[in-house]
C-alpha cells in the first residue's frame, strides 16, 4: 500500500515528489493537506521546492556519520579564543575535529599570534624610536624655520607644542633624566636661563642632529628647536619642576 493520506518521515528531510504543508510539515499527494485541510500553495509543491541544506556532518574513525554542534564550528571557536580564551581552548579540544585539523589550526592560530607580536613589536619600537625633532630637514632649512624668540616669550607660549623656536640661552647646569632605577639612564638636558640671567628657567632637551656638543654651566649658546610644552624631568628619583622644554636640533656656542 502506498502512502496517499500523508506521513511525517523522520528518516529524511524532504521528499521532494510530495506535496508539503507549511503548517503541519507533513508531505502528501492530493491538492488539500490531510491533517488541517489547507490547500498547498504552490512554493510548497513537489518540484517547487527549494532544496533543503544539510547539516555538516563528519565521519569519525569508526566510519559513523557524526553531526558537529554550532559551538564546535570552526569559526565560533576562533571568535571564543579572542573574546574568553579559556573557553575558546575548552571547546578547541573537546570538539569532535580530527587530530590534523587540530594540529593545522592550532599551527595557524600561534602563527598569527607570533606574527602580531612581532610586528606589534615593532610598530612601538618605531613609534618609541620616532625622532622628537624634524629630521628630514638640512640644517640651513631648519635654521631658517626657526623665528627668534626670548625666555619670557617662549614661558608665555609654552604650550603651543611642535613651534619651530630658536633662543639664546645660559646654560645653569646639565641634568641627566634617570627613573627609580638608578642605572637607566634617560634624556640629557640643560636647565636655561637668558643671557642676562634673569629669574626665569627652561629646559633644553638634547636631541642634536649635528656635531655633538657639552655645554657647562654659564656657556651661552644659540639653540635652534621644537617647543615640548612643559616637561617633567626624573632626577635623583624624583620629578623636578615642570618648565618649558625645547627640543635642542641644533646649537652653537656664542660667547
Known amino acids: 500500500m502506498g502512502r ?25 499527494a492530493s491538492e488539500e493537506c490531510p491533517l488541517c485541510g489547507k490547500i498547498c500553495p504552490e512554493e510548497f509543491r513537489a518540484g517547487n521546492r527549494a532544496p533543503v541544506k544539510k547539516p555538516k556532518k563528519k565521519t569519525n574513525s569508526s566510519g559513523r556519520v557524526q553531526f558537529i554542534a554550532w559551538y564546535h564550528s570552526w569559526w565560533f571557536i576562533l571568535i571564543m579564543m579572542y573574546l574568553m580564551p579559556l573557553a575558546g ?3 578547541f579540544f573537546t570538539s569532535p575535529h580530527s587530530k ?3 594540529i593545522i589550526a592550532a599551527s595557524i592560530v600561534v602563527g598569527v599570534y607570533i606574527l602580531l607580536v ?6 612601538l619600537m618605531h613609534l618609541y624610536d620616532k625622532p622628537l625633532v624634524n629630521d628630514k630637514l638640512s640644517r640651513e632649512e631648519y635654521v631658517q624655520k626657526c623665528e ?3 625666555v619670557e616669550t617662549f614661558y608665555r607660549a609654552s604650550g603651543e607644542a611642535g613651534r619651530y623656536i630658536s633662543m639664546e640661552l645660559t646654560v645653569v647646569e646639565k641634568c641627566v633624566e634617570r627613573s627609580e632605577d638608578v642605572y637607566d639612564v634617560g634624556a640629557t638636558y640643560y636647565r636655561c636661563r637668558d643671557l642676562e640671567g634673569g629669574e626665569l628657567i627652561v629646559y633644553v632637551q638634547d636631541c642634536n642632529l649635528g656635531t655633538p656638543l657639552h655645554f657647562l654651566p ?3 649658546i644659540r639653540v635652534y628647536g621644537e617647543s615640548a610644552g612643559e616637561v617633567s624631568f626624573w632626577q ?4 623636578t619642576e615642570a618648565l618649558p622644554c625645547l627640543y635642542m636640533a641644533y646649537c652653537e656656542l656664542i660667547g
Open 100 to 102: 590534523k585539523s587540530k
Open 89 to 91: 581552548i575548552i571547546l
Open 118 to 123: 612581532v610586528l606589534g613589536s615593532g610598530l
Open 218 to 220: 654659564g656657556d651661552m
Open 4 to 28: 496517499s493520506l500523508g506521513y511525517f518521515d523522520s528518516d529524511e528531510l524532504d521528499r521532494p515528489e510530495l506535496n508539503k504543508c507549511p503548517d503541519c510539515e507533513c508531505y502528501f
Open 148 to 150: 627668534p624668540m626670548d
Open 236 to 239: 635623583n628619583t624624583t620629578y
